[in-house]
């Protein structure tokens, strides 16, 4: 395992409980679309975040890190961030990377700040010519929540294979779009999940249930991606 010193460049409010960091290593890093680094609290105590851009902007590592007093795991991070000038992260980890040999049509399911761990495939994909359908369902719990709304709505008219479906899980009067669980509505939009990739970042729970359903949906397990996938 090799640290990574970075420079803390940029840290900015997605919403009020989500802030998006722009950390710049001494040199490049070389990862693939949906793996994760680990920040250096101390020599023992390292906590994981998806990496949020694609590979191909290797000289820049994003996260997006949705934190509040009520979560000192990830608040404790941010405000080690904003403290420092410099910080240390070691990578990349994890095994729920993009399987780029497969031609199969590719389903991203996001939960809340799981949205960073899919932004990062997104990213990948769209900048790699492909003709496989590519959906994306992001569930939060309030408009306000999805914070790269407009952003991915631009991006599927732009990209005719990519489809974006938000979901709200206690939606506004105005809201007109999907509400309820983000699972749930893959469940009701396919018939079957067999021909698909799925790649999932969220809550275990949220995680969890999904195998279970998507299952009985006829999805392969081996064509299902998720680094909770390695606790659960």
């Not at 990496?51 to 991070?77: C, K, M, R």
């Not at 719990?141 to 294979?161: G, N, P, V």
């Not at 974006?164 to 893959?186: D, Q, R, Y």
């Not at 995680?207 to 299952?215: H, L, V």
Request: aromatic share 12%.
């Amino acid at each position: 395992m090799t640290d990574i010193v970075c420079k803390v460049s940029k840290i900015e409010a997605l919403t009020p409980f989500v802030q998006r960091i722009i950390l710049t290593p001494e040199k490049p890093v070389s990862f693939k679309a949906g793996q994760y680094i680990r920040v250096a609290m101390s020599e023992t105590d390292r906590r994981p975040f998806s990496i949020a851009n694609g590979p191909q902007d290797s000289d820049f590592i994003e996260l997006h890190i949705g934190a509040t007093e009520q979560n000192p795991y990830a608040w404790e991070v941010l405000k080690h961030l904003e403290a420092q000038d410099k910080c240390i992260i070691d990578g990349p980890h994890g095994n729920a990377f993009w399987r780029q040999d497969s031609d199969k049509p590719i389903i991203l399911l996001a939960g809340g700040t799981g949205y960073s761990y899919t932004s990062s495939l997104l990213n990948a994909m769209l900048a790699t010519p492909g003709k496989q359908p590519l959906f994306l369902y992001w569930g939060t719990r309030t408009e306000e929540d999805m914070y790269h709304l407009a952003e991915l709505q631009a991006l599927a008219a732009k990209h005719s294979r990519f489809n974006f479906v938000p979901v709200i899980e206690t939606p506004s009067e105005n809201w007109s779009g999907k509400s309820g669980l983000v699972h749930e509505a893959i469940m009701q939009d396919f018939t079957s999940l067999e021909p698909y990739q799925v790649y999932v970042a969220g809550r275990f729970e949220m995680a969890g249930k999904a195998r279970e359903d998507f299952s009985e949906k006829g999805l392969v397990k081996e064509h299902l991606f998720g680094d909770a996938f390695e606790f659960i």
